[in-house]
């Protein structure tokens, strides 16, 4: 059974929190359609999926918090368009890639509105995003292999030695006449 709403009293909400409630499932990205309101706290819950860019139109957010969840991807770059946002957090997620653009409010965010995402990195955060790709290579095949019972595809396989060799310098030609 579902119940939907279909009154207007959401779009006069100027702050939803619904912290600490073992919410599971992806974010509805319609939230980002509540363009009024001024806090949104669902930290502490069990949220997956990636954070909807649909919460760049949240033109009059000041508190953005969506700490401790399971939530993946990337942060969308959109949410640096967010100029009332004073307080933000993803901490504690599996986020990766680059923090957003330290430009208008989101230079003001330090580390700990980032930390708990071992593959986050850029500013504010210490860690160099070079660095950290590599490492997003090998968790993309990680993570094939573990939904594959172990089998590693022959594309993914070929791919990573071909970046390897290519990083040190031995092409495919040059990486076969030393093996003679």
């Known amino acids: 059974m579902s119940y939907v709403y279909n009154g207007s009293v959401l779009r006069y909400m100027s702050g939803i929190d619904l912290s600490c409630n073992h919410l599971t499932g992806r974010i509805p990205p319609e939230i980002g359609y509540l363009n009024e309101i001024h806090v949104l ?64 409010l989101f230079g003001t965010f330090d580390d700990s509105s980032y930390e708990g995402n071992p593959l986050l990195c850029g500013a504010p955060l210490q860690i160099n995003c070079t660095k950290i790709e590599s490492s997003l290579v090998l968790t993309n095949v990680t993570n094939y292999n573990r939904k594959n ?30 093996g003679e």
């Open 149 to 178: 019972n172990g089998l590693i595809d022959m594309r993914i396989f070929t791919g990573a030695l071909w970046c390897r060799t290519e990083r040190e310098g031995k092409g495919w030609g040059r990486m076969a006449r030393e």
């Open 41 to 104: 706290n669902l930290s502490h819950n069990r949220l997956t999926g990636l954070i909807p860019s649909t919460f760049s139109n949240l033109k009059q957010i000041e508190s953005l918090d969506l700490s401790y969840n399971n939530l993946n991807g990337r942060i969308p770059p959109q949410l640096t368009e967010l100029n009332t946002l004073a307080v933000f957090s993803v901490a504690y997620n599996n986020l990766l890639g680059p923090t957003p653009a330290q430009k208008a």
